[in-house]
């Protein structure tokens, strides 16, 4: 009986025992019909063909991999594979979790993924963002790029659940399970804990952290007279000051905007309680030019976030004007 088990492990897929012994599929028994089959106008292409065309089954691959009739999926298959399996269930494990944080590379994080689960973008990209500056706060009502609230709000939040602290966070919005299905099932927005060591720490880490004053940029690290001529454009022609209210850089009151009001797609907007993303305070944009503009770094260049909007605003700038607006920029 073992050495039948074990040659049985060397069969790939073998066929269910009630399955009635024939010569090949021609004596296969059909067992039921479900709905009205449809008629094609042309040769209809079997599911392997479709596949293989589309690049999206690799079967030789999977063969070589595990005998015959096994398959491999890749490119958009795999995607659509994965897509399936997080609508059935939205936990990951800890390999998973593993290959996530590979996956982001250096000055990115997913503060969501422990709350929603999802590690990477309808695109297939990575769902992490760029980690946003800590300096430049005071005055500025929401921090981080989706606006979850203040500073202290933020810090309680990764004190309590990113870091795993001691501590107190109260967050109803995080009871919304369509959204945050993870954080709603493990209740992270009721988190208490006796002794509490992070609430008597939030004080004085908000207070230090509201004095952290952006670093000026460096002499000769921008052309002073094209910046003084993107000033003008930036509080006149270009409107960029409408949002980036000087001395700011962000509006005073509530911050945030609906992804369409900048033209960008909802993805990480709706990672987050408010669905917008917030004005960033451009202070001290020169420190992180690395990793690209916008929370996900996807434009990569000052010159690729003023392209973006003299297009979706309609603002007919000219090149020289986008070169000075860029040295503004890098003067702020
Ligand atoms: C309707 C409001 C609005 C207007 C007008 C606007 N911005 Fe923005 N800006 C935003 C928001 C919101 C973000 C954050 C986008 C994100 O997080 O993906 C942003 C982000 C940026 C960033 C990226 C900052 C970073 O740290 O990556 C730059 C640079 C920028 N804006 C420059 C400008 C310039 C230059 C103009 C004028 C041509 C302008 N903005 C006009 C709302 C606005």
Known sequence: MEEFDRLMLTIPQPADPEAPDGKDDTENVELKKVGEIRKFEFEPKDHVTLGTELGIIDIERGVKLAGSRNYVLKGDGALLHQAVLRLAQPGIDAAAVR??????????????????????????????????????????????????????????????????????????????????????????????????????????????????????????????????????????????????????????GWNLHKPEEIGIDAFQAQRAPEDGYRTSPLRGLWTHKKGGFYHDGRFSSLRAVVDHYDTFFNLGLTDDEKHALCEYLKSL
């Open 99 to 252: 290959s996530v944080l590979r996956s982001w590379g250096p000055g990115r994080f997913d503060a969501e993924l422990l709350l929603d689960g999802k590690a990477f973008r309808p695109d297939g990209k990575s769902a992490s963002t760029l980690i946003p500056p800590a300096f430049g706060l005071a005055g500025v009502n929401m921090h981080t790029w989706t606006g979850w609230g203040s500073v202290t709000h933020w810090n309680a939040f990764v004190a309590v659940l990113e870091m795993q602290g001691k501590g107190t966070l109260y967050d109803p919005r995080l009871d919304d399970a369509s959204k945050f299905p993870l954080a709603a099932k493990n209740n992270f927005g009721h988190r208490t804990s006796d002794p509490d060591l992070v609430t008597p720490k939030l004080g004085a880490l908000h207070f230090y952290q509201l004095a952290l004053a952006p670093p000026p940029a460096p002499k000769g690290s921008f052309d002073a007279r094209a910046a003084e001529r993107g000033g003008a454009l930036f509080e006149g022609k270009a409107k960029c000051a409408t949002c980036h209210v000087p001395p700011l850089y962000t509006e005073p």
